[in-house]
């Protein structure tokens, strides 16, 4: 009740700016505090109208010198349990929110997205914030950053999501998020560097992909996908890593992947296209070797036959090749031995015969990268 009067006093009386802002930033941080159930470690202790300044000695807060508004509220590792309070949409001039490893559950208030000067907004790791994105989630013009994996997140996700034209970060992982992503949301992410969609349960992507021209990193994995609602990423102008792991995916590789662009970059140091745990089958494409800039490449776990193309012995990028766990037959091409950077390499649990190559890097794979292969011989394993 005091609060309130202290609230109801500041807006009635006329108080300037300089001193009723930074005061109704204190009553919003003490609005904040009301909506924590347990601080079983005392984080918020120092949140007490003793001590009626946050700015001063309030644990996670930082203010600004000047205005003395505040700026940083990081309360991450706190225990806390509670809910979020809505007043946090008071703090006008907050630029990072970080209740990362908590156990907050309920909604993620709308008033959030009224911070428009907030570049970070990590909710990530509570497990309990549950409902929808907020549809006015774009209206956050200044974020750069988003996290708010491993929560309850459910619903699809807002298209106003592709307004957010300053973030550079987006994880959204381990959620319940469903459904089609919006053809709005490619709006415009020209500065989105890295996405984290996995572990959700969306069903496809925009056909047009073009505007996330910066996109470096895709996790995707995890979610009820084909290969028919993925064809976007056929038109991704640059991409470093790909993972499709555990996403359903079935029939054989589709000609458009051979077109991806991937590549590595002074942002991102590794290529990469993860397609393992799936149900994809067929052989493996002689034109997958147009990804001619790959590093790591997954394709473990799947349903994959025939004879491993030796069209993959020009791969020269290749450091780690990944196959085992799959249906795939014939000799293993003499060529990979050309494969001078390749550090990684398991066939095992396959149907391959002949004489493994010798030479290069295989001199140094051990015989489990190449165990139940019953017909093939040669170091390291017994001579044919």
């Known amino acids: 009740m005091a609060l309130f009067l202290v609230l109801v006093l500041l807006c009635v009386t006329g108080i300037s700016d300089v001193v009723a802002k930074p005061t109704l930033d204190c009553a919003a941080l003490l609005l904040l505090k009301s909506s924590i159930t347990n601080d079983p470690i005392g984080f918020l202790t120092s949140w007490n109208k003793t001590n009626p300044n946050c700015c001063r000695g309030w644990k996670g807060v930082r203010c600004n010198k000047t205005t003395s508004r505040v700026i940083h509220l990081m309360l991450s590792n706190g225990q806390l349990s509670g809910t979020l309070h809505e007043s946090v949409g008071s703090l006008s001039s907050l630029e990072k929110l970080d209740l990362s490893y908590n156990h907050l559950t309920g909604a993620i208030p709308s008033t959030v997205t009224k911070l428009s000067r907030l570049r970070l907004l990590d909710l990530a790791y509570n497990y309990g914030f549950q409902g929808s994105i907020p549809s006015s989630i774009g209206d956050l013009s200044s974020l750069q950053r988003i996290r708010l994996q491993s929560n309850k997140l459910t619903g699809s996700v807002p298209s106003s999501f592709g307004l957010l034209s300053s973030l550079v970060y987006a994880e959204l992982d381990d959620n319940s998020l469903a459904g089609q992503i919006p053809n709005a949301f490619t709006r415009n992410l020209s500065n989105l560097a890295l996405l984290d969609l996995a572990k959700n349960k969306l069903t496809g992507l925009p056909l047009n992909l073009r505007r996330l021209g910066r996109l470096g990193i895709l996790y995707l994995s995890s979610n009820p996908l084909t290969f028919d609602t993925i064809q976007g990423l056929s038109t991704l102008p640059f991409l470093g890593e790909l993972h499709l792991d555990n996403c359903g995916l079935q029939g054989p590789i589709p000609p458009w992947l051979a077109t991806l662009k991937l590549r590595d970059s002074d942002d991102f140091l590794t290529s990469m296209l993860s397609l393992s745990s ?71 649990n396959n149907k391959l015969s002949g004489q493994i190559p010798q030479g290069g890097a295989f001199s ?15 170091k390291p394993l017994p001579s044919c």
């Not at 067929?282 to 590093?295: N, Y």
């Open 364 to 378: 140094t794979f051990d015989a489990s990268c190449f165990a139940g292969n019953p017909g093939l011989c040669g």
């Open 278 to 348: 799936n149900s994809i089958s067929g052989p493996i494409p002689r034109t997958i070797s147009s990804l001619s800039s790959v590093e790591i490449l997954r394709l473990s776990s799947n349903k994959f036959s025939g004879a491993i193309p030796s069209s993959m012995g020009s791969m020269l990028s290749l450091k780690q090749l990944s196959l085992e766990n799959n249906q795939l037959s014939g000799e293993i091409p003499r060529s990979l031995v050309n494969l001078d950077l390749l550090r990684w390499f398991n066939v095992s």
